[in-house]
């Protein structure tokens, strides 16, 4: 017979609802992980570009760029056997277009101690002179979701936390005892004291089919393709800002690079606030637009169009509306959502985790009295 009832249960098992389970583990004597996918980390925290940001893809949102700044050395140290730090990243200023001029892109950066370096001559020799005006050599590097995967089962497994895959979700209800229960798509149902929404894009859904209030959220069905670069390229990202521009990395889950493209990766967009809400169109369904990316970037870095395409992934990307107007990606922490002891978190970012175990232990250690 399985237990019903816990202490803690995480709804989603990417790598926010993973990691909390593992804090939540070291307060508490009994947490599940519920995941609806076969797996852990198949969603957003696989179909993503990979990087580990350091600040510069804000150079518009100074809160977020010294957010990133401050958590990539603590990721790097968490995190150090799954990432790629063996390439070198290059940031480029387009010269036309551009929200940010190459100046201030330099200005921002030095004043923040955020360490920019010039381009090495053979790699400014790859861009095209006209359409961007600088580039610089940063410091950043990328992660392995199947390596993240591995050591976050591997640490839920030690920390003896229940983790049901193939399980979704379905509905929250109060309890008269004080106990949150959940409805699951497999009929049964489990009982916990405190319960956290840690599904990304399905937050709202969750949320509506227990009539709870929406948040605000705008999703986006994004592409990342995945490539192999010309001999030129390897060994190097290469990401042109601050607007309409491209991204192409190392994705060390495939082995591959991402290619990505700030007009092209998003196909649709809906809001979760709408009062009839679009659903998100099936990713079969739909086409690549590798070829609209791969076009426009070669402009700005030509060996670039003998790229070869290996697939696409796809997956939604979800923001918080308030933030859209500086390109912000903080965080969501919501606290009694609606229910006692229902949490509802997200991350924009995955170095964003640190902000939430820093909140998490803050609510902790109050609870049990070691902070007045
Ligand atoms: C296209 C794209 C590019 C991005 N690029 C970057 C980047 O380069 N660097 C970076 O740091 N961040 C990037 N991000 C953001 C990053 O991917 C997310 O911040 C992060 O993965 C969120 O992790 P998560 O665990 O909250 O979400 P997810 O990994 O999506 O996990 C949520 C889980 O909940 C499960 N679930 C949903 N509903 C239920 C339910 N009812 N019951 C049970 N389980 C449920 C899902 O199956 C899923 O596994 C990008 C995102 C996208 C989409």
Excluded at 241 to 261: C, E, K, L, Q, V
Excluded at 283 to 302: E, G, I, K
Aim: aromatic share 10%; with cysteine; hydrophobic share 40%.
């Amino acid at each position: 017979m399985k237990r019903t009832d816990y202490d803690a249960v995480v709804i989603g098992g990417g790598f926010y609802g993973c990691t909390i389970a593992l804090f939540l583990r070291e307060h508490f004597g009994s947490v599940l992980l519920l995941e609806r996918e076969k797996d852990l980390l198949t969603r957003a925290s696989l179909v993503n570009q990979a990087r580990v940001h350091n600040g510069y893809h804000y150079p518009r949102s100074f809160v977020t760029a010294l957010r990133s700044f401050v958590n990539f050395p603590q990721f790097v140290k968490d995190y150090g056997d799954c990432l790629d730090s063996s390439f070198e990243q290059y940031y480029a200023i387009a010269a036309a277009q551009s929200k940010t001029n190459a100046l201030q892109f330099l200005r921002v950066f030095s004043n923040l101690g955020i360490p920019v370096r010039p381009a090495r001559a053979a790699v400014k020799r790859l861009f095209s002179r006209g359409l961007v005006e600088d580039v610089f050599l940063t410091t950043e590097y990328a992660f392995d979701a199947v390596g993240l995967r591995r050591r976050l089962s591997f640490e839920m497994e030690r920390a003896r936390i229940e983790v049901r895959l193939g399980c979704g979700a379905e509905k929250v209800v109060p309890r008269p005892s004080g106990q949150l229960e959940l409805d699951l798509d497999n009929g049964a149902a489990v009982c916990a004291r405190r319960v956290y929404n840690c599904t990304y894009s399905g937050i709202n859904r969750l949320l509506r089919s227990s009539g709870l209030p929406l948040l605000p959220m705008k999703h986006e069905l994004a592409e990342i393709a995945l490539v192999q670069p010309p001999p030129e390229i390897e060994g190097l990202g290469i990401t042109v800002m601050d607007g309409p521009f491209f991204s192409t990395m190392p994705f060390p889950a495939r082995s591959m690079y991402s290619f990505s493209h700030v007009r092209y990766t998003p196909h649709t967009s809906w809001r979760d606030d709408d009062s009839q809400p679009a659903a998100a169109p099936a990713p079969d369904a739909v086409r690549t637009n590798f070829p609209f990316m791969l076009r426009d970037a070669a402009r700005y870095v030509p060996c670039l169009k003998d790229t070869l395409y290996a697939g696409s992934l796809f997956d939604t990307k979800t923001v918080l509306l308030k933030n859209e107007s500086n390109d912000g990606r903080p965080i969501l922490f919501r606290e009694h959502h609606g229910l006692e002891n229902l949490y509802v978190i997200m991350g924009g970012k995955i170095d964003n985790i640190y902000d939430i175990l820093h909140i998490l232990e803050g609510r902790q250690a109050r609870a049990t009295g070691a902070v007045q």
